[in-house]
């Protein structure tokens, strides 16, 4: 097996001259004036590494160096001998020797640490940014490639195959080869930010047919302007700045690394599949790490929390925050405290002490746990997080056996699993009084274009539907949720649909201003009660504003009026809230269209994420504080400010769904999957949670749909299902390998027929002082699911390009410290990656390229903003798919079994103009038809003699009941399933218009408006790391 992870060779073999840096260029989440780097550090700028005169960089200019290719993906980069073949994976040194340390003496930080603090204390990627300095620790042992407990996951590829392939050149973002002198980068802000050049003084760009002078690196020429026709590059084929820019064919005798010889997440996830896929996973071991979350497995808990509640950025976290700092390895947990379990697990046990409530420790609070320690006989526990001596109180006491276990140990859950629940007593209510079953409330936008279009209609047929499958407690007969209706335009309507009355009765508030509730009896009812009156009622609304010519509609109000209605009937609930304008009539909460494609790619850029007015805000504040989660069903013909609208389902534990130019014929299906399992969903109602840690780490950021009025407190107006919190922790002290860093999650909520309950997560790690263990303990896809939300929150107050910068900075900063401290000694110019990291470079590349960091024209401001909101309560499945998409082959199907065909890698090499492709990412499913399709496929699947006739508006492939007809819409419903926005299907003929959205998901190729292949990224990656280790 081999003793270290992926090693590639790249193209600067030579050595770089005047590579001197001495701490790598942290940027700063939150501070604008942070943008450039700390004072008397010296970087490379220039392709061969020539070090750029004093002087400082102006704010600002930090030049963009991405990789860039031409659309073809043409480099010429130069030759060198490939490493050894594969099959000589054998150490290069004894196993178990250490291996010896870094040669390269590491230069003293240029910041003090207080400093840095101050400088990261607003800014969301983790904190820990100094030089690395020698591995102060005894020398690592070296790293094994299969994980170092729970079944070995298969040795991974690691090594690139022998022959000439080559890494393209050092990334620069000048013109390419045969490109037009003169031709300026289109999209110079576009793409990946490259090393900082630092220390340098901008002058202006020297006159055409000027060599460029001293001090003035070719990369800036790029920066300041178009590249001036004296520029010689100093070695074969840089990179182009933007699209369509390359032109004349390559040197011929040069040949591109192959993309199979670099690491593949497909080859990752199927290696995962195989060794663990199917097995029985039991969570007994502290600190394991969990197979994969796309590996399908059982979940046995036996201690700790299974990983479909909890996943871990590292199962293993550094004793000493000096450690954490040199690794630069955010530690942070992703939790979703209401994940759904699969039939064939067992669901959470309930846990009734009565009147006397949950056992806690008198000191910090934490819930009775396995982690707890019995001493004395059983009288008195140790508590396992801030290790305080409590009583046992007397109804809970038991007697220990001969090893000092309690004899029930296994008969109670909290004593024996990682996972359960608490009946809370009435301590924990608000007002000390059980609270009500929760209320939801329809409220319908009825203007115009909504009635116009059949939307209301629609509408108001579903709820008939879907009221029938209210939640309810396992064990009732029917639901305990009441319901209420509103419609609005630039008035609202409140209903009374009590269930006396022969028909419903309209209440109209036009005092949008200062709006109350006009009735409090009736409002609220139950459906079983009042169906005949609702029914009733349903069939009227679209008649009722059939003749309706008002267009305007008003937003905060209703939110409001909806969460006063909650108020005074003493209950949490939600609203369901069908929206489709911006609300532009005169009301708290107007908005205007401030859309402005001018601020893209500006300083200013991240105003667009920005909500107009800060009523959003404080009324989502509001509606926390009374328990009222708000879900929005968004229909938007064009701009709708996202930003502003979308800030209250984000803030209250609700979801936006978004149908862009909304066609009933096309896309009801879509919108009426999303209400019906909108509705059905496991949700707890007024929820906080804590996050409790053992002693030396705290939890310090988190990320979500969530709300804080204190460092500690996390408060949901609800929570379902799919909704995950990202936690960041830092160290307060040092941890301790024999007692490991313990986590306690307990969520305090309301459940669907109005019982307080607390849910408990426990979950144990590994401490190590060995950067090796930290490293193999690693989860690429919780890493990700961390970088997404603290750079989604980011943007906020941050120029993109920064954020950028930082990520690519701290993606090399984690590798560069695995190649110094943990890799056996190999030539400079290798590529060495840790076994568990082996797919970071082209996730974090796939995250770089996402619109909500790069702009792209086609892509609208509400699209973006909209996809930003989505990933903040992202749980890790989600986000894997999310950035690295699934596709599939479908052409090659066996129409016999009922598997998933093995997925392929997401690049238009792995298309065929014979291959039909299904391609999804949890928000859309592409299905991909190449020219030359097979006949009998298409005639299988869509019931027309060939390629030419397939009708590309459809939604809903036609039930043809052909063996390939079903066997696709298997596949896809298999896809479907458990994911929390229903798909929309689009169909993608080859070569017509469509196929440029579709190849935006291609995400290891060249982005057609800016953004890397993912070779080019490695490149860029590992040039970054070069430095960093010189």
Known sequence: MSQQGYVATPPYSQSQPGMGLSSPYYGHYGDPSHGTSAPGIMKPSGPLGATVPGGLLPPGSLPPGPPQTGPNGAHSPQRFPGPPPVSNMAPSYTPGQPPPQSSHPSPGSTWSATQLG?????????SYGVAMTPSSQGPSGPPSAASFQGPPRAPQPSILQPGSQTLPPPPTTLNGPGANPMSSPIHGQDGLPGPTPLNAQYKPPPPPGQTLGTGYSPQQAANYGPQMAGAQLSYPGGFPGGPAQMAGPPPQHQKKLDPDSIPSPIQVIENDRATRGGQVYTTNTRGQVPPLVTTDCVIQDQGNASPRYIRCTTYCFPCSSDTAKQAQIPLAAVIKPFAAVPSNETPLYLVNHGESGPVRCNRCKAYMCPFMQFIEGGRRYQCGFCNCVNDVPPFYFQHLDHIGRRLDQYEKPELSLGSYEYVATLDYCRKNKPPNPPAFIFMIDVSYSNIKNGL????????????????????????????????????????????????????????????????????LVNYQESQSVIHNLLDQIPEMFADSNENETVFAPVIQAGMEALKAAECPGKLFVFHSSLPTAEAPGKLKNRDDKKLINTDKEKILFQPQTNVYESLAKDCVANSCSVTLFLFPSQYVDVASLGLIPLLTGGTLYKYNNFQMHLDSHQFLNDLRNDIEKKIGFDAIMRVRTSTGFRATDFFGGIFMNNTTDVEMAAIDCDKAITVEFKHDDKLSEDSGALIQCAVLYTTIGGQRRLRIHNLGLNCSSQLTDLYKSCETDSL??????????????????????????????????????????????????????????????????????LSRPEISTDERTYQRQLVMTMGVADSQLFFYPQLLPIHTLDVKSTVLPPAVRCSESRLSEEGIFLLANGLNIFLWLGVSSPPELIQGIFNVPSFAHINTDMTLLPEVGSPHSEQLRMIMSIIQEKKPYTMKLVIVKQREQREMTFRQFLVEDKGLYGGSSYVDFLCCVHKEICQLLN
């Open 784 to 853: 990700i699911n961390f970088f997404a939300k603290s750079a989604f929150k980011a943007v906020l107050n941050q120029p993109l390009k920064v954020i950028r910068e930082i990520l690519v900075n701290q993606t090399a900063h984690m590798l560069a410290c695995y190649r110094k401290n943990c890799a056996s000694p190999s030539a400079a110019s290798q590529l060495i990656l840790p076994d568990s990291m082996k797919v970071l470079p082209v996730y974090m590349n796939c995250l770089l390229k996402n619109c909500v960091l």
């Open 456 to 523: 209301v209609k629609l509408i108001c047929e579903e709820l008939k539907t879907v009221l029938e499958k209210l939640p309810k407690e396992e064990q009732e007969e029917t639901s305990a949720v009441r319901v209420g209706f509103i419609t609005y335009n630039k008035v609202l309507h409140f209903f009374n649909v009590k269930s006396n009355l022969a028909q419903a009765q309209m209440m109209v508030v036009t005092d949008v201003s200062e709006v109350f509730v006009p009735l409090l009896d009736g409002f």
């Open 118 to 126: 101050s400088q990261f204390s607003s800014m969301q990627i983790n």
